[in-house]
């Protein structure tokens, strides 16, 4: 097989670039595609040293700092690949890299992290985040968002093979693709967190502060309950908002090292995660610590935070509100039932999510695809 790899854009080592990391260790041989390639030279190792083919955005004026403000221009960019030599065509997609054109003859398998978030269901949340729900700017960017829509939903009909990163995924790409998708869960560094079973009397979140985090609801909840100790992990835009609301019993550490955080993660009582998230890599990573994790019941963290209500061995516990006093009533909960939380069960579950058992799905998977599309050719040319 011979195998291109399409990316949407390469600016950070993220959640969707370690996906990709991945997908070279199992096709060394593969060619990568991206609309822009802007990774640091100290941050490349993940792509094994290999040449990254761009589109034309990458010569585009700014957009080294300004690259999304091109999202118009990246359905025709990522088109413009010529991807006819390829046998089998993986594409890992949030935004844009799915809609490569391919021919009958080629197999397009597309990893779906989620359908356009911003352009579908997310799309209000967004506006009026970027305040543009009023005025020209906001009419041009509805606009732009609508033809964003009628594109994902045509292009849809060049993939294959689906795959999503959770079942909630796979549920928002058959409302919005009516598609069917076969779910591989991401690959979750857990080799690198260390089972550690004595706790100590705090309890931890770690994020990027961005408001769809909702770092400030925990911080907030916490502020309400003086006795009990939080840290803080993370910085970003609303770092000085979140400060603001902080108590005495709130401790802000901004950004970390991996080993602080590694070792804040191991140490803490239970992790709290209040993000809607189509996955949720950090939740993982603090059971691979021993660590439970009180999560919002809601996307991924439903599927790999095993609930005190679903079995005799849970993992957390999930709040189905995200407010305050959700989190409040969720902790309160938590320390009435904490001897129920083994550390040894959360690394357990946490394993489920290794990088190698995602190495073994992919390669079984896209054998399997190919073989099954091979028969399919030898069968109509007979």
């Known amino acids: 097989m011979k195998i291109a790899i399409v990316h949407d854009w390469l600016v950070t080592y993220a959640g969707a670039e370690k996906v990709l990391e991945q997908l070279l260790e199992v096709y060394p041989t593969a060619d990568i595609f991206s609309t822009v390639d802007y990774i640091e030279k100290d941050e490349r190792e993940f792509l094994k040293q290999k040449k990254v083919n761009t589109s034309f955005i990458q010569r585009l004026p700014f957009a080294k700092k300004k690259y999304r403000n091109y999202l118009p221009l990246m359905p025709l960019a990522v088109e413009q690949f010529d991807l006819s030599q390829y046998d089998v065509i993986i594409s890992s997609s949030h935004a844009v890299a799915k809609g490569v054109i391919t021919g009958p003859d080629q197999l397009h398998i597309s990893y779906v992290h989620s359908p356009i978030r911003y352009a579908w269901d997310l799309q209000h ?31 849809a009909n060049g993939v294959d093979i689906f795959l999503s990163n959770s079942e909630f995924i796979s549920r928002r790409i058959w409302k919005v693709y009516r598609r069917d998708s076969r779910v591989v869960y991401p690959p979750v560094d857990v080799s690198s967190f260390t089972l550690k079973e004595e706790k100590s009397d705090y309890y931890v979140t770690a994020s990027r502060m961005v408001p769809y985090k909702k770092i400030d609801i925990i911080v907030e909840a916490f502020a309400n309950m003086p006795d009990k100790k939080l840290v803080v992990i993370g910085t970003g835009p609303d770092f000085e908002k979140i400060k603001a609301k902080a ?17 804040h993660m191991q140490n803490a009582k239970a992790f709290v995660f209040a993000a809607e998230e189509d996955f949720g890599i950090t939740p993982v990573e603090a059971q691979a610590c021993g660590t439970p994790v009180i999560a919002y019941g809601k996307g991924g963290a439903l599927e790999t935070v095993v609930g005190l209500e679903e079995t005799s061995m849970p993992t957390g516990l999930h709040f189905y509100e995200q407010t305050p006093q959700s989190i409040q009533e969720a902790v309160k909960l938590f320390e009435k039932n904490q001897t129920k939380f083994v550390p040894k069960n959360c690394r357990e579950n946490a394993l489920r999510f290794s990088e190698e058992r995602f190495k073994v799905e992919i390669k079984s998977l896209v054998e399997e695809e190919y073989k099954k599309s091979k028969q399919v050719k030898e069968m109509l040319v007979y």
Do not use: C, I
């Open 125 to 155: 949340q967004y506006l009026k985040e970027a305040n543009l729900k009023h005025g020209l700017k906001g009419l041009l960017a509805k606009y732009m968002l609508h033809k964003m829509r009628n594109w994902d939903y045509r292009t």
């Open 247 to 263: 108590g005495k019993n709130v401790e802000l550490l901004g950004y970390q090292p991996f080993s602080v955080l590694k070792e």
